[in-house]
């Protein structure tokens, strides 16, 4: 029997429902139903056979939907702006990102990270998306509703 060992940017999804009891209330509930939602930006603006360009915006006081990471991607912030993130693990974590700024994940086989933003911040937070779905997980299934419809005459 072999045992899987999880790379540094995995978040288990603990399943005591009270190591979330200091979460708003109804997150956990929401979190569970969206446990597999492959929708990791607002608008998906491009797809190839190995990666998906994502969009994310996020007004003042709004929260983006939870959303599972599966493989490698990294994330630019275009904007400065203060965020809570909200992990599977039942962690809360506040961050204040500026202009520029850029992380990386790396994930393997059957790892995740289940998360949500909300942002705590005046300001609308704006970040672009890199996802590469070529990885060692199947990537999830993002519904047509989210990508980029294309304008009339391009």
Not at 68 to 81: E, K, Q, S
Not at 108 to 128: K, R
Request: charged letters at 25%.
């Amino acid at each position: 029997m072999s045992t899987l060992t999880h790379g540094p940017d995995h978040v288990e999804t603990n399943p005591d429902p009270a190591a979330f009891a200091h979460w708003p209330e109804g997150l956990h509930e929401e979190m569970l139903r969206d446990a597999d939602n492959g929708c990791v930006g607002s608008v998906l603006v491009s797809e190839t056979p190995t990666m998906r360009i994502w969009h994310l915006r996020i007004a003042p006081g709004k929260r983006c939907r939870f959303h599972r990471h599966v493989n490698r991607y990294f994330w630019t912030a275009l904007v400065p702006g203060k965020a809570r993130g909200y992990f599977s693990s039942g962690e809360i974590k506040d961050v204040e990102h500026y202009q520029g700024e850029t992380k990386h994940f790396d994930y393997g086989e059957g790892d995740q990270m289940l998360h949500a933003v909300e942002n705590i911040g005046e300001s609308e937070l704006i970040f672009t998306t890199v996802e590469f779905i070529d990885g060692p997980n199947r990537p999830l299934p993002v519904p047509d509703s989210v990508r980029l419809a294309p304008r009339d005459g391009h």
